[in-house]
Nanobody
């Protein structure tokens, strides 16, 4: 089992950058595929980015590709989301998620563990 805690959210202006972090508990973190999802007010939770167990494979939603970068540090049990050129439509609660095994799943139903989320607000 793994517990996830996100941090790094805040209020920024359009065009700014922001980095999110997700700290994971457990000694087998490197065996978990990880991802970021987000949920805007009144909308369903949507996939943002995924990273494979070793960090060599990544996948991004079309809306963030080229602007966001997901990474992980297995030695520190951490994943990150670097967000550049933020837009007001990026405003949401951002969640990290985990599941065991290799893969780049994009459906929220594929993930077993979730953090509590961190708020990101982008003003125009």
């Amino acid at each position: 089992q793994v517990q996830l805690v996100e941090s790094g959210g805040g209020l920024v202006q359009a065009g700014d950058s922001l980095s999110l972090s997700c700290a994971a508990s457990g000694r087998t973190f490197s065996s978990y595929a990880m991802s970021w999802f987000r949920q805007a007010p009144g909308k369903e939770r949507e996939f943002v980015a995924a990273i494979s167990t070793g960090g060599y494979g990544t996948n991004y939603a079309g809306a963030v590709k080229g602007r966001f970068t997901i990474s992980r540090d297995n030695a520190k049990n951490m994943i990150y989301l670097r967000m550049n050129n933020l837009k007001p439509e990026d405003t949401a609660v951002y969640y990290c998620a985990a599941r065991q095994g290799y893969g780049l799943w994009i459906s929220r139903d594929n993930y077993d563990y979730w953090g509590q989320g961190t708020h990101v607000t982008v003003s125009s």
